[in-house]
């Protein structure tokens, strides 16, 4: 807990046919329209009080369908909900969102993706990049971001969807397992700015079983221990997130939630 709320960015689980509620935006011309399938006792980011984010994430499981939402208010009971902007992504597809267009986060990414689970963690393999946040972001973004939040065009600054990884030098055996395989990942794919906000803050998913004390062995990192990466190489299509080094597509349809994460780290 902190400030009397959860920390991290929580997600919901639903079937296919959970109900769909409608949703109001305020940025609507670069949200996807509702409705979205927002169970009554979904979790709100940093709890039902919060005047943090507020992202809403929910994983249709039975469609592979994820719905991110930010700044979210329930209405009327749960019945509809008004948020700052929403964005639906089909799991099977490598389509990106319309250039300029944000998304539940900054960056105009998903969220989901670039969050560590305990259950990775403590599985020893975090086979994704995660997701980051700095206090002052460049007016521009990179592939595969598809939108800035910022009026700073100094080079110094970087923009969104910059992928930093932690350098091949940096000695990470002292460190406890779960933080070893948060630092492997790093040095593997990557830390990827996707919103405006604490200097290198990654992100994870709450859960009782993670242990703060050991996680506050990440504060040794510094900014000094990473590289900046140059993706571009991989790009395949500027309008597609699939990468020169991916395996074959995914089929169609998926139906549990194993095959619906394996999608999300395609």
Known sequence: MWDGGPIGIPFDI?????PRV???????????PGPYPIPPNAQIEGGPSSDGDRHVLVLDTDHCILYELYDAWPQAGG????????????????????????????????????????EEAVGGAINHAIRFTAPRTQKAYVWPARHHASNLTGKQYPPMGQRFRLKAGVDISGY????????IAMKTYGIILADNGSAW??????????DNDVLHELDVIFGRDFEAVDVSSLVVDPDSGETKTSGPPPPAAFHSLQSCFLLLLE
Not at 14 to 18: D, K, N, W
Not at 22 to 32: A, G, I
Request: proline fraction near 9%.
């Open 22 to 32: 409608p949703v109001s935006f305020d940025y609507d011309d670069e949200s996807d």
């Open 14 to 18: 639903v079937p296919g046919i959970q």
């Open 176 to 183: 406890s397992p779960i933080v070893r395989t948060i630092l």
């Open 201 to 210: 803050y990654i992100s994870g998913v709450p859960d009782e079983r993670w």
């Open 79 to 118: 019945s509809s909900w008004r948020a700052g902007s929403g964005a639906i992504f089909n799991l099977a597809s490598h389509a990106l969102r319309p250039g300029g267009w944000t998304s539940a986060d900054a960056a105009g990414l998903p969220i989901l993706p670039g969050l560590i689970r305990y």
